[in-house]
């Protein structure tokens, strides 16, 4: 059963098509990313699955609900969690404080908040830096704490913008490990869009390929690796000279 | 009891008895002090804890003041019904604001620049209202009374200054219980970063109408008390500038977000401030504007060497967290 389901999804921006007629699935319990190269429009459908943006056409639902042009707080609330490409922590509080305000979405009561925050950044690492300010963390801490924040909100489906961009290999192999864990142990259905191409193939299931805007390609990551169109996207068309 | 609670019940003790023996100066400076301490209390709500800049606070005081002064003075309600009515009229204009730059997505200077129009719109639009006296002020009936009726707000200096102690201390336990709640949270992501509070599922037009709401109830307070200490009312002073600047410079010298930098640099601001006019005066120099001289230097200073405020560096080195 599909978890999310985008269908034609289009949107424009001053007539710039940045996603063009996009439909994909992401399976319950699945693992999905989404690749394509620079300006493929995969940060703009994060956008619209995550309520920052309103499709022009098409339909976006979340286990059969209809969430397209709902605004992110409610969309949060339906259950999608959602990382920031670049990290937007609240700086001026302490890594803790910023997983509480996360987990007063599902916890009403503060003390309670408080306990799931801790018990998330200890899985995920952040233990001894929890009283820290967040201002204070480096670029893998903030990616780290962007995770926290969005499973605080008890997600049914996680969304991942780039979070390993900018990590060390064996700091991307622990996210990696972070990520099948959250997937396999606790059942989270968890969709990346990532460049670094040693965990998208290490962790999906299923791939989907975008280029300019549309779908090129969709399947296991043998399949897309193998794809004659996501090879001319991504290493250009053979031309004689 | 923990250390600091115990210095803030040992201050609190002091506060209660001043009045028997401070002198009526000393006493009008005290209350002047609380006056400042709660205004800031109050915008801190908006500013230090959800972010919101207002430049226009003297809108709440200058519409609690005339709105419950002019029940009072024209119709005979009493300031503990008017309260009410100036509460009302001051939620609903801070609803107004609020409604029009979070729905249209005004922020931070423009949002600032929108709550100056308003304050100084309303201030001239005062000069044209003749039930409440127009530009040459409304005005209460002063008798000297040396017996507390409280229920007419009517009585000597020391029943004001603990009116005002209540007022300060109520918002002091209202701001240190919001700031542990849930709207505290809230209110503190949507000051970091509001796309980031947004995508946490956090509601940011309602939770910053909130805030508005609330501050300018908050501050409407302080208009009723303007009123009735003050008895007399002119638009020019009330709505005017250079008041909402007054009532921003405490809580940005002690702290702003924190919740007893309002108080700290209300303090600090007044003494220093009054104590300067006074130790001229006493040398005999009568130097108009000196106040605001130095209310300029002492900001300069902190931005240079505290850009926090007072507060925080200070309560580090109690060994204190907020």
Known sequence: MSLLEVRGVSKSFR???????????????????????????????FNLVAGVLAPDRGEIRLAGR????????????????????????FAGLSVLDNVVVGALRPERDVSAAKKRAAEIIENLGLGAKRDL??????????????????????????LLDEVMAGLRPTECDQMVEVFRALNRRDGLTILLIEHVMRAVMALAQRIVVLHHGEVIARGTPEEVVRDPAVLQSYLGEETEV | MSRPSLALALLGALLLLLPAVAGPYLLSVATLILFFAYTGQAWNVMMGFAGQLSLGHALYVGLGAYVSAGLFARYGVGPWA??????????????????????????????????????????????????????????????????????NLRGPPAMFYYVMLALAAGAL??????????AGY????IRENEDAAQALGINTFRWKMAA?????????????????????????????????????????????????????????LTLLGDGITEFLAALGWEIPGVKQVFYGCVLLAVIMWLPHGIWPPLAKRLGLRR
């Not at chain 2, 809230?186 to 992501?189: K, L, T, V």
């Open chain 1, 15 to 45: 007539g710039l098509k940045a996603v063009a007629d996009a439909s994909f699935d992401v399976a319950q319990g699945g693992l999905h990313a989404l690749i394509g190269p620079n300006g493929a429009g995969k940060t703009t459908i």
């Open chain 1, 66 to 89: 209809r969430i397209d042009g709902r605004r992110p707080d409610q969309i949060c609330a339906a259950g999608i969690g959602r990382t920031f490409q670049i990290v937007k922590p």
């Open chain 1, 133 to 158: 300010p967040a201002s204070s963390l480096t670029l893998p801490d903030r990616k780290r704490l962007e995770v926290a924040r969005a499973l605080a909100t008890r997600p049914k489906l996680l």
């Open chain 2, 82 to 151: 008017g309260l009410w009515v100036a509460l009302a009229v001051c939620v609903a204009a801070g609803a107004i604001i609020g409604f029009l730059a979070f729905r249209f997505g005004i922020s931070g200077v423009y949002f600032a620049l929108l709550t100056i129009a308003f304050a100084e719109f309303t201030r001239i639009g005062f000069d044209h209202i003749a039930v409440l006296g127009g530009p040459g002020g409304l005005f209460l009936k002063v008798s000297q009374r040396e017996a507390w009726d409280l229920a």
């Open chain 2, 173 to 182: 336990a209202l701001c240190g219980a919001l700031l542990r709640s849930r």
């Open chain 2, 186 to 189: 809230y209110w503190q992501a």
């Open chain 2, 212 to 268: 508005v709401m609330l501050s300018a109830g908050m501050t409407s307070l302080a208009g009723v008390f303007f009123a009735f200490y003050y008895n007399n009312l002119f638009p020019e002073q009330v709505f005017h500038i250079s008041r909402s600047i007054e009532i921003i410079l405490g809580p940005i010298i002690g702290g702003v977000g924190t919740l007893f930098g309002p108080i700290l640099g209300a303090a600090a």
